[in-house]
């Protein structure tokens, strides 16, 4: 079992940052599991934002974030991170850290594991 848990969500006005946290623990969990997140807002379904493979080479974002966010790990801390820079009030959402075994997937039912999400909003 592999238990995520993501802190660092809060309320911005739009033009400020934010840096998300994830932190993951258990007996099964690896640092070679690719870690990424992903968010979803009232009545949306849940979308892709990043995700990064356990060399932290390998990074993957969606085109709505590209250029903003930039997500990273600590694989000593088994910590994962999102900062959000000049974040807009489409941005708001429920950020959920994930996990899975091997290789990048941006579809949300390839990913094992979930956190309980942390609340970014955003005003205008």
């Known amino acids: 079992q592999v238990q995520l848990v993501e802190s660092g969500g809060g309320l911005v006005q739009a033009g400020g940052s934010l840096r998300l946290s994830c932190v993951a623990s258990g007996r099964t969990f690896s640092s070679s599991y690719v870690m990424g997140w992903f968010r979803q807002a009232p009545g949306k379904e849940r979308e892709f934002v990043a995700a990064?493979?356990?060399?932290?080479?390998?990074?993957v974002y969606a085109d709505s974030v590209k250029g903003r966010f930039t997500i990273s790990r600590d694989n000593a801390k088994n910590t994962m991170y999102l900062q959000m820079n000049s974040l807009k009030p489409e941005d708001t959402a429920l950020y959920y850290c994930?996990?899975?075994?091997?290789?990048?997937?941006?579809?949300?039912?390839?990913?094992?594991?979930w956190g309980q999400g942390t609340q970014v909003t955003v005003s205008s």
């Open positions: 990064i493979s356990w060399s932290a080479v390998g990074r």
């Open positions: 994930a996990s899975r075994p091997d290789r990048i997937h941006s579809d949300y039912a390839m990913y094992d594991y």
